[in-house]
């Protein structure tokens, strides 16, 4: 056989195994659907695996075609989203395959809670229902209810409960699981408003008390929402931080659905005294409380404010000369009384030291009060450190020089500087002594001459005389 001849007894080969192969291949056409007792409806978007291998989606009419080989059957699945998977092999004759697929259950979990306390609410009845669907439970003893319903889907949900109102809501489910809290609102539900009655602002924390039972505070909307029956008469009493009690005998009717009451603020007298670091009452200084100002010390220090509501508060003091003092103070029930020391202000002032002739005079020392604080420097001045509302003796000591002091009186600010202190010389007295004692000597010695020198006069006139006498 020649090389023509066997290319075409392959030739021929190749193509009889093509014309097997098509005789064997099968169009199949394959419809996804959901059937129910109503209705069967196509689904869209449904992905096929043939023999495990992804060969597409169905359309919007639910339906994929395929050619599989014909010689032998083709494993199928389907898969969409909310449904459980469907698994099936056809018949080689078959051309059309209907696949029905059912919905996956979702578990949605309700839990009940009373709206004012939050207890659980047991043996409520669960009710989830749609279209020729419903589904019921009953909670436990923690107020909880779990129902199996089919995913992808609208429901309506009802609960209700013995005592409480009747809850409804829509729901829509996907296919996760659904955890639903609810609060009930109880049938016998009534709420009390407590406002203060000089601002109308909400009052916080007011316990409210009912025949002698307490039953509960307010929150910070001034609402506390408790469950009493209608159609009685109750002792009613009301107690708030830095507010009279209120008593009250009432009818609650009904038609009622929420009490307002008011309190008046319980108004204290707070007494704020102020004294200086020395313990001196400082007068003058001004009182604010919360930034505002609310009274002047008096000569003795003290200021006092008749009316204020218990509770918490910034008191501040300032006065000239002063450092300015801050204190926190929590007002009680009664009367209040309040102490501030306030520091001086510190400072320095500048005192110079000069002679007679205005010249600065440098390593003078300085004494305050009798201590010594150091000496002047080059320019003939020291600083001194003082505190307002103080007086200091400044005393300046140097040799060769008289010393001398100044008084130096700070009031309620420190100055800069001082005049300064002036040193006269000190006169050197012994050429004046030595001379005077040469003066009194000569001056002796002169009276001495002249004692004699009269003396002698005398004795000589005496003597003529008695001669003269004799003759």
Known sequence: ?????????????????LVCSAAHAVTLDII????????????ENAMIYADGSYQGRT???????LTVPGFQPVPLRVVKAGFDDAILSP?????????????????????????????PIQNADVT??????????STDENGTARLKILGENTYTVQARAQGYQTRTSSLEVGIEPVRIQWVMMNENRLSF?????????????ATVTIDGRPRGKTDENGVLSIALPRGRSYDIVIKAPGYREFQEKRQVTANEAY????VEPSLEELTVSVFSDERQPVQGASVLINGNSVGITSQFGMARIPSIRPGDYLIEVRAPGYHDLVKKLTVQEKSEDVVFELNRLTGTVGVGVIDQEGKNLAGVPVLVDGRTLGATNESGVILLPVKTFSRYEVEAVSEGYRSNSTVLVVNESVLLTHPPIVLPRETDWTPAIIAGIVGIVLAGMAAILLIRWKHRKSSKKGYNVQSKGGL
Do not use: C, W
């Open 259 to 262: 009490i307002t009451e008011t």
């Open 193 to 205: 408003v407590i406002r203060a009655a000089d601002t109308a602002l909400p009052v916080s924390g």
């Open 1 to 17: 056989m020649n090389d023509r001849h066997v290319s075409r007894f392959f030739s021929l080969l190749l193509l009889l195994g």
């Open 32 to 43: 996804v659907v959901e059937r129910t007792d109503e209705k069967t409806s196509a689904i």
């Open 128 to 137: 989830i229902s749609a279209e020729n669907i419903s589904v019921s439970r």
């Open 91 to 119: 018949d080689l004759n078959e051309t059309v395959v209907l696949v029905n697929m059912a919905r996956k259950n979702v578990t949605v979990q309700y839990d009940l809670f009373d709206a004012d306390i939050l207890t």
């Open 59 to 65: 359309d919007k009419d639910g339906i994929l075609t």
